[in-house]
């Protein structure tokens, strides 16, 4: 488990869905849409259901605040198997408005590349609106190219080759060019 004082980061469980519905309704409306594309009310049920399933395809971090007896999630960062054959997946992240660059984004992202390295994933990519300037610089300060979105003008794409054949994975990481 990472130490960010005070901050706890580890993966969720399902006893952590009702704090991470709270910490959902508790974001901002821009903050929802910047991660759900959408202004959601509560956590997707898709995502509800990998945390209750513990879905191997999702691995699911929580960044929560301990104060005194108060505890609260300020984080949530995923990603997702989106093909297995590929080994590829798709990143995401949403931190807490009050707690926004602070360095929290940048950790949970990093921790992210590491676990989907470990796990024996090749590419992370992901979907950013094209104005939201924060992740798309978190996203180029952890290595990841920026291109443009092929089939929507609202989102741009973010991808990042985490190992490459037998020959280089053990080299630093190239990026991934997406068309």
């Known amino acids: 488990m990472d ?4 901050l706890r980061i580890r993966i969720a469980v399902p006893l952590d869905v009702a704090a991470l519905q709270a910490f959902v309704r508790n ?3 821009r903050s929802r849409a910047a991660r759900f594309f959408v202004p959601v009310a509560e956590l997707p049920p898709m995502l ?4 209750e399933n513990r879905d191997r395809r999702h691995h699911l971090l929580i960044a929560r605040e301990d104060q005194g007896a108060e505890s609260r999630v ?14 590829s997946c798709d990143i995401a ?4 408005d ?3 660059r602070r360095g929290l984004g940048y950790r949970l992202i990093l921790r992210l590349i590491e676990d989907a390295r470990s796990a024996g994933l090749r590419y992370a990519e992901g979907e950013v609106l094209r104005h939201n300037r924060a992740m798309l610089a978190l996203a180029r300060r952890a290595g990841f190219e920026v291109r443009r979105h092929p089939g929507d003008a609202t989102l741009v794409k973010i991808a990042l080759e985490l190992q490459g054949d037998a020959a280089t994975e053990a080299a630093t990481p190239t990026l991934l060019a997406v068309a």
């Open 48 to 51: 509800v259901q990998a945390i």
């Open 74 to 87: 300020v984080a949530l960062a995923q990603y997702a198997v989106t093909d297995e054959a590929a080994r």
């Open 93 to 96: 992240l949403v931190v807490a």
């Open 27 to 29: 974001l901002s409306m």
């Open 3 to 6: 130490q960010i004082d005070p």
């Open 98 to 100: 009050d707690r926004q």
